[in-house]
């Protein structure tokens, strides 16, 4: 009885970057659509069976659709940070105009015990002197070195540069432009903000990567209020867990 409760199907409006869908969800897929938020998104659900799928609602044609949106995806299988692969990416792209109505990454950690580690770059370490590297132009970015080689097709953070960076609060931070070492041998993300100037944002404030890379709310460590339920950072001064309402 239990068991069926927890899977039952609940249709819900679950949004992307072009559009929405309409779709028969579990809790837990629920769970995953939430990023704190009162909305849904579909991004971190991932793929869904399409037959779940009732409609769809296209940004570019500005109409609803009756069934599902094309599913376009490809298995990578890339490490993209230790302990962390990008098992799967793929879109949802509108039968009529082929637009993008949603983006979507599928991670695995290799050992569900152990943490997410720093980001993989094209070498295996920081300091051989066999890296290839570049500057970033920006003066006051002197000190940050970015991952660049004309051998290399394609690097380890290509699913990552050019995606859309947002804050805790849902305000779109930038672009992501590139991922770097700064002086101390820590991963950043370089990210050009609406304003056209470039920001560094320390690897471990990237709260949930999906179709946008979310940051933390910024909190100093020690103030953030984890949820020891679902491990979600809350603000400062909350009581409940925003996103699985659980007490803290």
């Not at 779940?52 to 890339?78: A, F, H, L, R, W």
């Not at 799967?88 to 949603?102: K, L, P």
């Not at 979507?104 to 002197?129: C, H, M, T, W």
Request: aromatic share 6%; net charge negative; glycine share 8%.
């Amino acid at each position: 009885m239990f068991q069926n409760m927890s899977s039952e199907l609940r249709l819900k409006k679950l949004r992307g970057s072009g559009g929405f869908v309409m779709a028969q969800v579990s809790d837990d897929q629920q769970r995953k659509g939430n990023l704190g938020g009162p909305d849904l998104f579909l991004a971190p659900i991932g793929r869904l069976d399409q037959e779940k799928i009732s409609k769809y609602y296209c940004n570019t044609c500005e109409k609803d659709y009756e069934g599902s949106p094309k599913i376009e995806y490809e298995s990578p299988n890339e490490e993209v940070a230790q302990n962390l692969i990008l098992l799967e990416r793929g879109q949802y792209v509108c039968t009529t105009c082929g637009s993008t109505i949603a983006e979507y990454r599928e991670f695995q950690k290799q050992n569900q015990q152990a943490d997410v580690g720093l980001a993989k770059p094209i070498s295996p370490s920081f300091d051989q002197p066999t890296i290839p590297i570049e500057s970033t132009k920006p003066a006051a970015q002197s000190e940050i070195q970015t991952f660049s080689s004309p051998s290399e097709p394609q690097n380890s953070f290509s699913s990552i540069v050019g995606m859309s960076v947002y804050d805790s609060n849902a305000k779109k931070v930038g672009i992501a432009k590139q991922v770097g070492v700064n002086s101390s041998h820590q991963v950043v993300l370089i990210v050009t903000k609406n304003n056209g100037s470039d920001e560094t944002i320390e690897w471990g404030k990237i709260k949930k990567i999906g179709e946008i890379i979310l940051l933390g709310d910024g909190t100093p460590s020690g103030t953030s209020l984890k949820c020891s339920e679902c491990s979600f950072e809350n603000k400062s001064g909350s009581k409940f867990c925003e996103s699985c309402g659980s007490k803290l």
